[in-house]
């Protein structure tokens, strides 16, 4: 569900780099109980010549576009929370750099608009969601389940 | 208005795929009443070291964001029935590859925030988006009409 | 907070142009009072074969991604003049290639997911914001600030 897509000018993450802070995020969303599955990050590389900030080329910009979509904020403080967590998550790679610009925000979306392996996702906090989080991987039972319930 | 983005790790999808792929997308929205011209596609490939599910490289990965503009869903059920034909439109490219984690989301945005070659498309079901779909592109006599509405 | 993604085939802006058009851009917003540094924007060439319009890859196509946090429209009326305004700014480089399909779309999202350099950026048209920009940077004083007041 969650789908981090990070926009960086070169030199900001190494290859390790990458995979930490990948794993830190994954990490982050098994301890609120989701499936670490549903979380995908897309690293993509941009050259300050395609990247701007305030009509500038940045020599140093990191530029998060989060989607959340299996879980919504209630309310001001719930999204403020949000925002805390993901700052802590991406400080400790970000603090040693210079003149750095970095920002992100996040889109919540509907969650019955959404599939993974063709599948709609159990219900946030059912049974087939704490299943699927265990396995860590879409199983068979809960595609029958699932689809009957959308069906039905 | 619809715009997918296909994010996906080498691999996945030949020249030909892309270009059937793309062609069955717009099929579908031809077929429910939009100018085929709205319908846009891109493919962004992604090397595994940039693409990451559950905090581990995917080997095999592709994850679809999806925007809806000019039409909208009434409900849950209307939801489910539009996830269930994205999973048909894509499946048949993605059902041969072993271990792939594939995953689409959709989000709607307001049609009052939209424009093509300059101009506010016509309102859904109207004549006029019947006319830019028999012609499929815009045509100058709806540019007035829609100029005229808008700041009417 | 604007974020501006511009997926482009390759030839249609110059170096230069994309340098004139952050800037336009930037200017735009900067005289509707927001911080300069609030706006990204990042071009992303993509290859005709990636790049389909109407199931057809597109010889020469712009598609602009446009995220507002900061500022949301209020009625229908309002969310045209946006159109307007966002077809302005993109209409002078774009008006002399022939069979372009160019497009834009604007998704509104919360502005309390959302921070800059690890701040929750200050409401909007507050004193804050003011001082940020009249600074054209994040401010430590309006850190302390900001952060009692989302934790207060």
């Not at 941009?46 to 990247?51: C, E, V």
């Not at 305030?54 to 904020?73: C, D, F, N, T």
């Amino acid at each position: 569900m969650p789908l981090w897509t990070i926009h960086h000018t070169p030199g900001i993450f190494t290859g390790d780099d990458k995979k930490k802070l990948a794993t830190d995020i994954a990490d982050h969303y098994e301890k609120a109980g989701l499936p670490r599955f549903y979380v995908v990050t897309i690293f993509s590389e941009t050259s300050p010549d395609n990247f701007y900030v305030g009509g500038e080329q940045a020599p140093a910009g990191v530029r998060v576009v989060i989607e959340h979509i299996a879980r919504h904020s209630a309310d001001k403080a719930g999204r403020h929370r949000i925002s805390y967590w993901i700052k802590d998550l991406l400080a400790p790679y970000l603090g040693t750099h210079e003149e750095l610009h970095w920002e992100f925000h996040v889109d919540e979306t509907s969650e019955d608009l959404w599939m993974i392996n063709g599948l709609i996702p159990p219900p946030a906090r059912s049974d087939a969601e704490r299943a699927w989080a265990q396995a860590n991987a879409v199983s068979p039972y809960e595609l029958i389940a699932t689809e009957s319930a959308a069906t039905g």
